[in-house]
């Protein structure tokens, strides 16, 4: 079975301060990883991907991510929080073909 | 290029009823998959169609159904509409090639069911 849970629902960090957001995956198959972020009123979109290659993904906006297969995660992280993070991201693994499973989200607060 | 629309944005609807969303890919791709978020169950997957046919479905009841067309646009039905069916449906679009692709979202029609 596949699933993808995200440690803590609400996570607040300082203006400047390193982001840091908790994914832990099961997967009864090589994983597929994505991580998304959702502004208010808007759609999801990619920030980064694991599929396979490096085990460092960088993404967009200065974020990037570490698969460790070891730990079964995959956790997103930024060094430095701009207001302009605040938003929801979710974690999710692809299954097959195109069916991803979604974490439940975490809820990023930035503190000027 | 352009994006993933959906219409429309915002929908009200009553018990019973039922209603119809409507999703358009990006050109060239032929897959779209269909999801439900809500603040209880977070995203969760509904079905997938590829070249009109559908190739993945989702645990929800049989009132949840779609269609893909020719030119790979979508419709999502559900019929007999109820309270907890208010949410915001996403769609999303790819080439339908492989589980390492890359699904680019709309920005989601969002009912409310009164």
């Known amino acids: 079975a596949q699933s993808v849970t995200q440690l803590g629902s609400h996570v607040s960090v300082s203006e400047g301060a390193l982001v840091l957001l908790r994914c832990n995956y099961s997967?009864?198959?090589?994983?597929?990883l994505f991580w998304y972020v959702q502004y208010p009123n808007q759609g999801l979109q990619l920030l980064l991907k694991?599929?396979?290659?490096?085990?460092l993904v960088k993404g967009i906006n200065g974020f990037e991510a570490e698969f460790k297969k070891s730990e079964t995660s995959f956790h997103l992280t930024k060094p430095s929080a701009h207001m302009s993070d605040a938003a929801e991201y979710f974690c999710a693994v692809s299954v097959t073909g195109n069916q991803f499973y979604f974490g439940t989200g975490t809820s990023l607060t930035v503190i000027p | 290029k352009a994006g993933v629309t959906q219409t429309p944005r915002y929908l009200i609807k009553t018990r019973g009823q039922q209603v119809t969303l409507s999703c358009s890919p990006i050109?060239?791709?032929?897959?779209v998959s269909w999801y439900q978020q809500t603040p209880g169950q977070g995203l969760q997957f509904l079905f997938e169609y590829f070249s009109e046919t559908q190739r993945n479905k989702g645990n929800f009841p049989g009132r949840f159904s779609g269609r893909q067309f020719s030119n790979s646009r979508s419709e999502m039905n559900v019929s007999t509409l109820e309270l907890g069916d208010s949410a915001l449906y996403l769609c999303?679009?790819?080439?339908?090639?492989?589980?390492?692709?890359?699904?680019?979202f709309g920005p989601g029609t969002r009912l409310l069911v009164l």
């Open positions: 999303a679009s790819s080439t339908g090639q492989g589980r390492a692709e890359t699904q680019y």
């Open positions: 050109s060239g791709h032929r897959s």
């Open positions: 997967s009864s198959v090589p994983p597929y």
């Open positions: 694991y599929t396979s290659a490096a085990t």
